[in-house]
């Protein structure tokens, strides 16, 4: 009896240290599939006009010395200075399926709404926190033709991987953001092929290449005055004749060689936020979800006017 208890108690002992020195209950592999809102640069009534002069202030912000703030702010300024003026003008010059009320806009607007968003995820404990590193597998968009897939390796040589890192809290993790390579314009431009057939596309790409008119898009931007004064936090900043002239070939060099000549095919997709896990008890699988503050940016301009990403996805334990 002695002796039975003493093993009996050693087994429990050991049961309980294994327990205790475990893997939290959430780390493993996952597949998951989600549901992402990618339509930010043509939503709410923009059109390429829009995403155009997002670029177009994307290249002023960056060639202007500033002696105080910060691009982001100038980025701000210069929105509400010029994106009335110049819409007016570049939507004279688009072809019509480029323009708010487009075919092609609409199209592009409907499918990526709602982007299909597959992925595997490993997670790890990390210190007082969580690790993981997800792969995105598939994106797929409805078109009135079917689905549109489009690989992680066919959007990026290397693959669509990201690395999660936060916290872990009252069952969440609340994550730091963190990018997703996802190539944008490339998936855009993957969509338009299928979407426009064949000159039309080039076609159009022309239309937004002939929008660019240097001279005329500045001068209307000065309309007389030999500079364009921006506020920028108190005070205020000049931005020459020539600096504006200067992005706007820059700009018309990026129309040649980017998806559509309207998202740098590279853009990256910033994600982070909370993230809600259940399950796990008496050894059931866990299940992660989106959390209410989970979100984040697509990346084609400066943060300060960058289009938000609203993202639902679920995870289910292997």
Same mark, same amino acid.
């Given at each position: 009896?002695?002796?039975?208890?003493?093993?009996?108690?050693?087994?429990?002992?050991?049961?309980?240290?294994?327990?205790?020195?475990?893997?939290?209950?959430?780390?493993?592999?996952?597949?998951?599939?989600?549901?992402?809102?990618?339509?930010?640069?043509?939503?709410?009534?923009?059109?390429?006009?829009?995403?155009?002069?997002?670029?177009?202030?994307?290249?002023?912000?960056?060639?202007?010395p500033l002696?105080?703030?910060t691009?982001?702010?100038?980025?701000v300024?210069?929105?509400?200075?010029v994106?009335?003026?110049?819409?007016?003008l570049?939507?004279?010059?688009?072809?019509?399926?480029?323009?708010?009320?487009?075919?092609?806009?609409?199209?592009? +607007?409907? *499918? !990526?709404?709602?982007?299909?968003?597959? #992925?595997?995820? %490993? /997670?790890?404990?990390?210190?007082?926190?969580?690790? $993981?590193?997800?792969?995105f597998?598939?994106?797929?968009?409805?078109?009135?033709?079917?689905?549109?897939?489009v690989?992680?390796?066919?959007?990026?040589?290397?693959?669509?991987?990201?690395?999660?890192?936060?916290?872990?809290?009252?069952?969440?993790?609340?994550?730091?953001?963190?990018?997703?390579?996802?190539?944008?314009?490339?998936?855009?431009?993957?969509?338009?092929?299928?979407v426009?057939?064949?000159?039309?596309?080039?076609?159009?790409k022309?239309?937004?290449?002939?929008?660019?008119?240097?001279?005329?898009?500045?001068?209307?931007?000065?309309?007389?005055?030999?500079?364009?004064?921006?506020?920028?936090?108190?005070?205020?900043v000049?931005?020459?004749?020539?600096?504006?002239?200067?992005a706007?070939?820059?700009?018309?060099?990026?129309?040649? +060689?980017? *998806? !559509?000549?309207?998202?740098?095919?590279q #853009?990256?997709? %910033? /994600?982070?936020?909370?993230v809600?896990?259940?399950? $796990?008890?008496?050894?059931?699988?866990?299940?992660?979800?989106?959390?209410?503050?989970?979100?984040g940016?697509?990346?084609?301009?400066?943060?300060?006017?960058?289009?938000?990403?609203?993202?639902?996805?679920?995870?289910?334990?292997?």
């Amino acid at each position: 009896m002695k002796r039975t208890f003493h093993g009996a108690a050693s087994l429990l002992g050991l049961a309980l240290f294994s327990t205790a020195c475990g893997d939290p209950e959430w780390v493993g592999s996952y597949t998951t599939t989600g549901h992402w809102n990618l339509s930010g640069p043509l939503a709410d009534g923009r059109s390429a006009s829009d995403a155009v002069i997002d670029l177009l202030i994307a290249e002023i912000a960056d060639k202007t010395p500033l002696p105080f703030g910060t691009a982001d702010d100038l980025a701000v300024g210069l929105d509400g200075l010029v994106r009335p003026t110049l819409r007016t003008l570049i939507d004279q010059e688009l072809a019509p399926e480029l323009r708010a009320d487009g075919s092609t806009t609409l199209a592009l +607007r409907g *499918a !990526l709404a709602d982007v299909t968003v597959t #992925s595997t995820l %490993e /997670l790890e404990e990390g210190g007082d926190g969580v690790e $993981g590193k997800e792969t995105f597998t598939a994106f797929e968009m409805a078109i009135a033709n079917g689905v549109h897939r489009v690989t992680g390796e066919q959007l990026n040589p290397d693959g669509v991987i990201a690395e999660w890192n936060g916290e872990v809290e009252d069952e969440e993790f609340v994550l730091e953001p963190h990018e997703v390579p996802l190539g944008f314009g490339g998936l855009v431009l993957s969509l338009a092929e299928v979407v426009v057939l064949g000159a039309g596309l080039e076609s159009q790409k022309n239309s937004v290449l002939a929008a660019l008119e240097c001279s005329t898009l500045v001068n209307a931007i000065l309309n007389g005055r030999s500079e364009l004064e921006v506020d920028v936090g108190l005070l205020s900043v000049d931005i020459s004749a020539g600096t504006l002239v200067d992005a706007c070939q820059v700009l018309r060099d990026i129309v040649g +060689r980017e *998806a !559509l000549g309207l998202f740098p095919y590279q #853009s990256l997709v %910033e /994600l982070g936020g909370s993230v809600k896990y259940s399950g $796990g008890e008496d050894g059931g699988k866990v299940t992660l979800r989106q959390g209410d503050a989970y979100g984040g940016l697509l990346k084609v301009v400066p943060d300060a006017i960058a289009p938000k990403i609203y993202v639902a996805f679920e995870a289910q334990q292997q």
